[in-house]
């Protein structure tokens, strides 16, 4: 495009400097044709494409080991088999902040594959910017829809756990008064009776008892299934916190794969703000769904606050996954691979 306006240009500056120094028949239809050109193309592609081009985009395969990045698939889809397009593709990681720029030029029908090399993981929210389609003498840029935005998850590779989830988080027995309070079970209410010697204060149902004039308490079984907690300290770095989401995909995998539902508290940071932001993975259910959420916000950087802010949040029994190690809420190192 840059080499037909620079000829175009140098034909209109021939035509012009000629009607000024040779004022004649000739110069003057050579000078007119210089100023209708442009003005001819843009009616006639407005005629031939009106209402009839777009520009759609899809998300190809997310790598997560080898060389990281994402691959999108642009495609102009227009009435006429000549129309070209140009426009701007800019892939922006939400998670640690990483945003690249392309410009494309794209051929009508024709699909085309632009690569995106990304260094850390996150969600990557691919847009196309500024979409024009080209005249037909390639001068000017008419505008045309494109089809919004897309996003897509990139994972680094997950690093095995090694620990035991039922030791680190029995559940039953005995026991089960005890995780209630550390919120690793739950119980689910089942019924209303009369009080029993031993029952809690806090089960009494109050308006009931209030009503009938004798003590009414609610009845309880406790909850299908393992429930275990997690905190994830992600860092400072964008280095740092893709360590930490590779530990966390690994705990998550050995977690679920024994049964256990997660209750995962996942930092977030952004506009010198911090807080910690709660989400569940149910038994069953892989651990990706809920990264594409907590990836969308940045949760690296001010590392001290963020350790604070986990630190008062977590629950008294947690299992604390960061970049270098995983470890119980009380220190207790559980073993890894060396970082």
Request: with cysteine.
């Amino acid at each position: 495009m840059p080499a037909r306006r620079f000829i175009y240009a140098l034909f209109f500056s021939v035509s012009l400097f000629y009607y000024i120094f040779h004022t004649g028949y000739v110069s003057w239809i050579l000078l007119v044709i210089a100023i209708a050109l442009p003005v001819l193309s843009l009616l006639l592609t407005w005629l031939l494409f009106r209402g009839g081009q777009r520009i759609s985009i899809c998300s190809g395969a997310a790598r997560t080991d080898g060389k990281k990045g994402i691959s999108l698939s642009l495609k102009l889809i227009s009435s006429s088999p000549s129309a070209r397009a140009r426009l701007r593709v800019t892939a922006e990681n939400l998670f640690t902040g990483e945003k690249a720029t392309r410009k494309m030029m794209l051929v009508s029908e024709e699909e085309t594959a632009v690569p995106f090399e990304g260094k850390h993981c996150g969600v990557i929210r691919a847009t196309v910017k500024r979409p024009r389609v080209l005249d037909l003498l390639g001068l000017i840029g008419l505008p045309v829809r494109a089809d919004g935005q897309v996003e897509v998850l990139l994972l680094p590779k997950e690093i095995p756990f090694s620990g035991n989830p039922d030791a680190l988080f029995p559940q039953g027995g005995e026991d089960q008064q005890k995780w209630a309070d550390t919120g690793i079970m739950t119980r689910e209410w089942k019924d209303i009776r009369d009080y029993r010697e031993g029952d809690l204060l806090r089960d009494i149902h109050w308006k009931l008892t209030a009503r009938r004039d004798k003590t009414i308490v609610r009845e309880y079984e406790w909850a299908a299934g393992k429930a275990a907690q997690i905190a994830v300290l992600c860092g400072n770095t964008q280095s740092e916190a893709t360590r930490a989401v590779a530990r966390f995909l690994g705990v998550a995998h050995a977690f679920l794969s024994a049964g256990f539902s997660l209750n995962v508290l996942w930092p977030a940071y952004g506009n010198g703000q911090a807080e910690a932001r709660r989400y569940v993975v149910e038994a069953g259910e892989r651990a990706q769904a809920m990264l594409a959420r907590a990836m969308r916000q940045p949760c690296h950087g001010g590392g001290e606050k963020m350790e604070r802010l986990l630190t008062y949040e977590q629950p008294d029994h947690c299992l604390l996954v960061t970049h270098a190690a995983v470890s119980l809420q009380n220190g207790a190192a559980l073993k890894e691979e060396s970082v």
